[in-house]
DNA sequence: CAGCATCCGGTTCGATACTG
DNA sequence: CAGTATCGAACCGGATGCTG
C-alpha cells in the first residue's frame, strides 16, 4: 500500500518540496514507481492488458505469486487509481479486476519495457553467462 | 545479483522451459525484469542516460541510496549488459559507469514509463487520496 | 470464491567501519 | 575515490486459519 518514503535516511527538507525529480527521495513519483514497478505490480499489469480477470484467474496465470501479495500488490494498483475492482454481489462471490484509463496508459509502458527484454533474452543471458564465468 | 527463480515455490516442468512468456516463473525475463525494475535500478538506468558518471556523482544525485545498494544494482546491470563500468588506473582510483547499447534501449523503456508516471503524478495522488480517505 | 489476520523464517537493506 | 565486510533492523513473502 505504499506510505510514503521508506528509506529510513530523512529527505531534506529540498527533497521534500522537489516534485517533478524522481531522483530526489522526497519525490511523490517514487512511491507509484514502486507500486508499478513491484516484484507483481509489472506481471499484474501486463496481465491485465490483456482483459478483465477475476482474482483466481490473476493468480493461476500469474505463476509464482501467493494470495496475500496478489491482493496487496492489486490493492496498491487500486489506490493509485491503476486498476479497477467490480464486485458483483452473488453467492460465490465474483469479483473482476480491470485496468482504468491511467492503468491502461501505464501498463502500455510496462508492456513495451517487459516485451524488449523478452525479445532480447538471449543476448542478455549470455553477457550474464560471459560475466559470471569471467568474475566467478 | 540475481540468482535464478527466488520464489519457494517450485517452479514446474513446464514453468522452466516456458520461455517468451514472463506471466511463467521459469521464464528468465523475470530475472532481467527484477534487475531492470528493482527500486534503484530504475533509477540508475534512468540516470545514466542523462551521460556518463562516476560512482560519488551518481551516490549524490540519486538520493537515498546506500552504498552498499548502489554497489549492488550496478553490479547486476553489469552482468546483464546494461551497465559498461570503466574504471582509469590512477591514484586516486576514477571509475566511470555508462550504459551499453542495450542499456540504451532498456532505458529508453523505462524513461518513458517513469515520464508518464510524473507528468500525471497529480491525478494519481488525488486517487490515492480519495481512496485512502473512503477506506480509512 | 475472494479475501483478511496472524505468525514467522529468510532475505534485504542501511549504517558503520575498514581496505586498496 | 571506490568500493568490500559486517551486523542489526526492517521488510518481504509464504503458510495457515478464518470470514462473508
Known amino acids: 500500500m505504499n506510505n510514503s518514503v521508506k528509506s529510513t535516511s530523512e529527505p531534506t527538507?529540498?527533497?521534500?518540496?522537489?516534485?517533478?525529480?524522481?531522483?530526489?527521495?522526497?519525490?511523490?513519483?517514487?512511491?507509484?514507481?514502486?507500486?508499478?514497478?513491484?516484484r507483481w505490480g509489472v506481471l499484474v499489469?501486463?496481465?491485465?492488458?490483456?482483459?478483465?480477470?477475476?482474482?483466481?484467474?490473476?493468480r493461476k496465470s500469474i505463476t509464482g505469486v501467493s494470495e496475500k501479495m496478489l491482493s496487496q500488490t492489486l490493492h496498491a494498483l487500486e489506490a493509485d487509481g491503476f486498476v479497477l475492482r467490480t464486485a458483483h454481489p452473488v453467492i460465490p462471490p465474483h469479483v473482476d479486476?480491470?485496468?482504468?484509463?491511467?492503468?491502461?496508459?501505464?501498463?502500455?509502458?510496462?508492456?513495451?519495457?517487459?516485451?524488449?527484454?523478452e525479445v532480447n533474452i538471449n543476448p542478455i543471458l549470455n553477457a550474464r553467462d560471459k560475466y559470471t564465468q569471467r568474475y566467478r
Open 13 to 38: 527538507l529540498t527533497d521534500k518540496f522537489q516534485r517533478g525529480n524522481v531522483l530526489a527521495s522526497g519525490c511523490p513519483s517514487r512511491g507509484v514507481l514502486q507500486d508499478v514497478t513491484s
Open 45 to 58: 499489469l501486463f496481465a491485465l492488458l490483456r482483459g478483465t480477470h477475476r482474482f483466481s484467474e490473476l
Open 97 to 117: 479486476y480491470s485496468l482504468t484509463e491511467s492503468g491502461r496508459e501505464v501498463a502500455k509502458r510496462v508492456e513495451e519495457l517487459v516485451n524488449w527484454i
